[in-house]
Each structure stands twice: as C-alpha cells, then as structure tokens.
C-alpha cells in the first residue's frame, strides 16, 4: 500500500521559509515523478512545483517561481519543497502527489488527474 506523508508544515511571518517534506513508501520511488500542490481555504487545489525522475528537471507555477525549489532524495524516498520569501497568499494546505514515469522525459503534470497518488497534506500559514 502507498502512503505519502507530508511534514514540515507550520506557522511563519511573512519573509521566512518553511521546508516541506514528503516521504514515500510502498512504490519503487524512484520510478515516480513527484508533485506538489496546495489548496487555500475555498480556493481549488492549485500546482506548485513537480520534479521529474532522477530530478532531471523541474517545474514551477509562476507564482512560486523563484521563491520555491523542489528537490529529492531517492536513497530516502523522499521529494522536499524548500520555500523562501513566504506570502500570507501561499497560505494553505500543502500536499505531494505520485505519478509512475515510463521514463525520464515524460512530461510533468501540472493537473491533479495526472497523479497516482496523495499525501493527506500538511499546513502552512504565513502571517503579514
């Protein structure tokens, strides 16, 4: 059985940085690109960031590029979202999301459809 299970989440003031962690198990991690979105209250669950197998490449919604950096560790079945420069806007629940990978130049999903499989996610508040 998968389970993917957030942590790291947390209140910060505005400015300061949060690392989140996902860590995997039950699926051959290095096999799955993984994801990360976030969901603000009465908001849709949005994209963040997703990295490929191996960690070949990245990709980022425009409104964390820059500030956000999405990263793995397959020794530790585990896939980080370090975030800098926090906004009271990247306010939400944050989840990772799996998806298998044929190969390491499937193209990143950006969509929920896209993703096997879901973390029960993880808080983050920034304060202004």
């Known amino acids: 059985q998968v389970h993917l299970v957030e942590s790291g989440g947390g209140l910060v003031q505005a400015g300061g940085s949060l690392r989140l962690s996902c860590a995997a198990s039950?699926?051959?991690?290095?096999?799955?690109?993984m994801g990360w979105f976030r969901q603000a209250p009465g908001k849709e669950r949005e994209f963040v960031a997703a990295i490929r197998r191996s960690g070949a490449s990245t990709y980022y919604a425009d409104s964390v590029k820059d500030r956000f950096t999405i990263s793995r560790d397959d020794a530790k079945n585990t896939v980080y979202l370090q975030m800098n420069s926090l906004k009271p806007e990247d306010t939400a629940v944050y989840y990772c999301?799996?998806?298998?990978?044929?190969?390491?130049?499937?193209?990143?999903?950006?969509?929920?459809?896209?993703?096997?499989?879901w973390g029960q996610g993880t808080q983050v508040t920034v304060s202004s």
């Open positions: 039950g699926l051959t991690f290095s096999r799955y690109a």
């Open positions: 999301a799996a998806v298998y990978a044929y190969s390491t130049a499937q193209p990143l999903g950006v969509s929920e459809s896209e993703y096997d499989y």
